[in-house]
């Protein structure tokens, strides 16, 4: 799961980044609302974490701008916490929820992972298809059989991502895009080996590879 986090205090976006990290998350960070504005129409993000108080472009204008064009990514905004009308301004303007500073990183990862849930028709920290159940908070797999089976980072964020596409033919470069954090390079093969880790772990017909295509987690896996 890759999300976006527009926010200039390089301190509290490296905490963000530490704690969102351990839930799985893959997080790019844009500190001015110019590159945030940027950043989100740019790439698939999963969910936007946006601080309103933004050098060069004002968090505000970058979520008017995103809304008026369209883009309806979750976002989740960041305010003083005394200033209720910038609340209030938020989300008239298609914010998805608010969180006041100074907040709790628990709290923060918890409203992340809720409007994430309500975005894909979820009512709980579990992901059930195909014969899996997917804990996002533990970031474990359970088969049909009953066997748990913990997962990396990285095999959880590709196991959701297919999870969370069933049926559709995902191709490597986008698999890189949703997985790993910035703009830097990543061989498709690295892709080839987790889904090969993922299927050594939950059985091998759980993704099928469509030859000079990508991969499909069926909705049915025989």
């Not at 209720?84 to 298609?94: A, C, F, Q, Y």
Request: glycine share 8%; proline share 4%.
């Amino acid at each position: 799961m890759r999300v976006l986090l527009v926010e200039d205090d390089p301190k509290l976006a490296a905490q963000v980044k530490s704690a969102l990290y351990k839930f799985g998350y893959a997080v790019d960070i844009a500190d001015n609302g110019v590159d945030g504005e940027f950043k989100g129409d740019e790439e698939p993000y999963e969910l936007i974490i946006l601080d309103l108080g933004l050098p060069q472009r004002a968090g505000l204008e970058v979520l008017k701008n995103w809304r008026n064009k369209g883009n309806k990514t979750p976002v989740l905004i960041l305010t003083a916490r005394n200033d209720w009308s910038e609340r209030v301004d938020g989300l008239t303007m298609g914010a998805d929820d608010y969180l006041g500073k100074p907040f709790y990183m628990q709290e923060l990862v918890a409203r992340i992972n809720a409007l994430i849930r309500r975005n894909h028709g979820e009512a709980s920290t579990k992901l059930s298809l195909g014969g899996i159940s997917l804990d996002k908070e533990t970031q474990t797999a359970t088969t049909a059989d009953g066997t748990e089976h913990s997962l990396t980072h990285i095999e959880f964020r590709l196991l959701h991502y297919f999870m969370t596409h069933p049926g559709a033919v995902l191709s490597k470069n986008r698999l890189i895009e949703h997985v790993y954090e910035g703009d830097t390079e990543h061989d498709g093969n690295v892709i080839e080996v987790y889904v090969r880790r993922i299927r050594n772990k939950l059985g091998k017909n759980i993704l099928q590879t469509r030859r000079h295509q990508g991969y499909v987690f069926p909705e049915d896996p025989v």
